[in-house]
């Protein structure tokens, strides 16, 4: 019991604080609302469980034993996400008829998951700290997920909710201009402390 309920506050913690995903989330929940973007807030909330049981199941060995797909992986992120940063930074204030600006889908979001580097320190965190050897790790794997899934619905909720929320408040497009700008800047900040491990590798 002891061991659960430090899981659900690891997820607590790492889940409701500002990341990628929260950003993101609330971001979309301003600028589309709560229905456009459910599609987007379920596949945080499912997609990053799944990736825990994933690299539980071995995906991670293989990373360990090809150190490059890593690499690729760190890098790959950190372009998605400063194109994501320029997308979020310039998404149309005004939704029209004709308007292609639109939130991303379950699968997108779900994807997202992989290059995200926020997603990757909570899953390998919370695997190498709340598993044994000894055990069976699937089974430890899936309390995990199922913690961290519980606690996704609710506090990304959140986010989605508070950004449809400041859509009734910032009715102005220059609001929502800025509101997306600083959204963008934000996201684009976030890249940095993954940046700076990687110069620090290479130097």
Wanted: charged content about 10%.
């Amino acid at each position: 019991m002891e061991v659960l309920l430090s899981v659900l506050l690891f997820a607590l913690v790492s889940t409701a604080t500002p990341g990628p995903n929260n950003i993101m989330v609330m971001t979309s929940g301003m600028n589309f609302g709560v229905w456009r973007t459910l599609p987007h807030y379920l596949g945080i909330c499912i997609g990053f469980p799944a990736m825990v049981l994933a690299i539980s199941m071995g995906l991670g060995k293989v990373f360990e034993a090809v150190p490059v797909m890593h690499q690729v992986i760190k890098v790959l992120g950190i372009t998605y996400l400063m194109y994501l940063a320029w997308r979020i930074a310039t998404t149309a204030t005004e939704i029209k008829e004709d308007d292609t600006s639109r939130p991303l889908s379950f699968l997108q979001a779900a994807a997202f998951q992989w290059v995200n580097p926020k997603a990757w320190v909570m899953a390998v965190g919370a695997l190498a700290t709340f598993t044994t050897v000894s055990g069976a790790v699937i089974q430890q794997a899936s309390w995990i997920a199922a913690a961290f899934l519980v606690v996704a619905v609710p506090c990304v909720g959140a986010w989605m909710l508070g950004g449809a929320g400041l859509r009734r408040l910032l009715q102005k497009p220059v609001y929502r201009r800025w509101f997306n700008w600083t959204m963008g800047l934000l996201l684009a900040l976030s890249v940095i402390p993954m940046v700076s491990v990687e110069f620090a590798e290479l130097m």
